[in-house]
T-cell receptor, first 113, second 113 residues
Framework: KQEVTQIPAALSVPEGENLVLNCSFT??????LQWFRQDPGKGLTSLLL?????REQTSGRLNASLDKSSGRSTLYIAASQPGDSATYLC????????????FGTGTRLQVFP | ETGVTQSPTHLIKTRGQQVTLRCSSQ?????VSWYQQALGQGPQFIFQ???????GRGNFPPRFSGLQFPNYSSELNVNALELDDSALYLC????????????FGSGTQLSVL
């Protein structure tokens, strides 16, 4: 059974710091991995999607890497800002024929001025 | 291009009642999936609809059912509500292609008293 774990569960940092959020999964048989952002009580915003054949993806200050064989992904946030405060979720796609994603429980990030 | 929209945003029901939640998929998307997110947890896959048929289901009982309409919008129905059904219900749409992102709505917050 696929399980996704995110460490740390919560993080509080001053503005300007570079951050690394970790995601691990127990079964390497995935098609892709997606990182999402969730503001309190709101839906999910897709940040980055990494296909199983890729090693990393970048968007602005965000960079996500994937090491499928070791079951790990990291989300790197450069020069953090208070507006980055949110919960960050990673999710793996185990099936080809469905949009089923298996999520971690998230890392709650607070960036203070 | 319109995004994924869900209604209502909030709902309060009592135990034993029935509820219907609605979702309009993003323009150009033909696949809709539903997720349940309990407080402090990652979303859990309920089921997926493609071409008006359910074609994938998570570990949820039959009292969770759905529909997809010819315009690809969807409904989630929950019968015999239980206290543990209190959660944020998220709808996601996609093109159904494995390499594509899922786009989520803002969710419906259901409280069962």
């Amino acid at each position: 059974k696929q399980e996704v774990t995110q460490i740390p569960a919560a993080l509080s940092v001053p503005e300007g710091e570079n951050l690394v959020l970790n995601c691990s999964f127990t079964d390497s048989a995935i098609y892709n991995l997606q990182w999402f952002r969730q503001d309190p009580g709101k839906g999910l915003t897709s940040l980055l999607l990494i296909q199983s054949s890729q090693r990393e993806q970048t968007s602005g200050r965000l960079n996500a890497s994937l090491d499928k064989s070791s079951g790990r992904s990291t989300l790197y946030i450069a020069a953090s800002q208070p507006g980055d405060s949110a919960t960050y979720l990673c999710a793996v796609r185990p099936d080809y024929n469905t949009d089923k994603l298996i999520f971690g429980t998230g890392t709650r990030l607070q960036v203070f001025p | 291009e319109t995004g994924v929209t869900q209604s209502p945003t909030h709902l309060i029901k009592t135990r034993g009642q029935q509820v219907t939640l609605r979702c309009s998929s993003q323009s150009g998307h033909n696949t809709v999936s539903w997720y349940q997110q309990a407080l402090g947890q990652g979303p859990q896959f309920i089921f997926q609809y493609y071409r008006e048929e359910e074609n994938g289901r998570g570990n949820f009982p039959p009292r969770f059912s759905g529909l997809q309409f010819p315009n690809y919008s969807s409904e989630l129905n929950v019968n015999a509500l239980e206290l543990d059904d209190s959660a944020l219900y998220l709808c996601a749409s996609s093109t159904g292609q494995v390499a594509e992102k899922l786009f989520f709505g803002s969710g419906t917050q259901l409280s069962v008293l």
